[in-house]
């Protein structure tokens, strides 16, 4: 039975959530991980941006997926939060090109009609179907549940829809 292993990130450059979901050949999903990869305030940017790229090869690496969705960028609070927060996925994206992982992006109103139906979703909309989805045993928190969104998203969507950022489209 084939099996297509995604990891979904949600960039940041204070805090980025990522999770491995794996989808068989009847389209049942499975979780392998989730987590949130913290990195130090008091750090320079330069020295979080290291760590980042560290942490998410580190995860390609140990969990090896086929495919990378992330999400597109729509709002900041400020240029400098802008600034970062493109920083961050332009780490996220050589990670993904350095480990050869095509990297598809869906905004956020996508992800939130894939997982819950509907556009405009609340946080904790998201979070109770995640858990829902992947029969998982507590609520995932909300970096962690935004990248396994993606990861959802992209299952559902990347045979017809999905807009790879390197590789095939």
Known sequence: ?????????????????????????????????????????REPLRMRLRLLYEE?????KRYGPEEAAIETVFFAKGVNS??????????????TAEEGIDLYEYSPGEVKKAVVGYG??????????????????????PDSADALALAICHLNTVRGTGRALRGSS
């Not at 998410?56 to 390609?60: A, E, H, K, Y």
């Not at 405009?120 to 928190?141: D, F, N, Y």
Request: glycine fraction near 12%; aromatic fraction near 4%; charge should be positive.
């Open 1 to 41: 039975m084939r099996r297509i292993r995604v990891v979904g990130i949600d960039p940041g450059s204070l805090s980025c959530g990522f999770g491995v979901i794996e989808q068989d050949d009847l389209g049942n999903l499975r979780h392998i991980c989730s987590g949130t990869i913290t990195l130090p305030r």
């Open 56 to 60: 998410v090869r580190g995860i390609m």
């Open 82 to 95: 802008a600034l970062h927060l493109g920083y961050a996925r332009g780490v996220i994206l050589l990670a």
């Open 120 to 141: 405009r979703a609340e946080k904790g909309q998201m979070q109770w179907m995640v858990r829902t989805i992947l029969s998982l045993e507590e609520t995932p928190l």
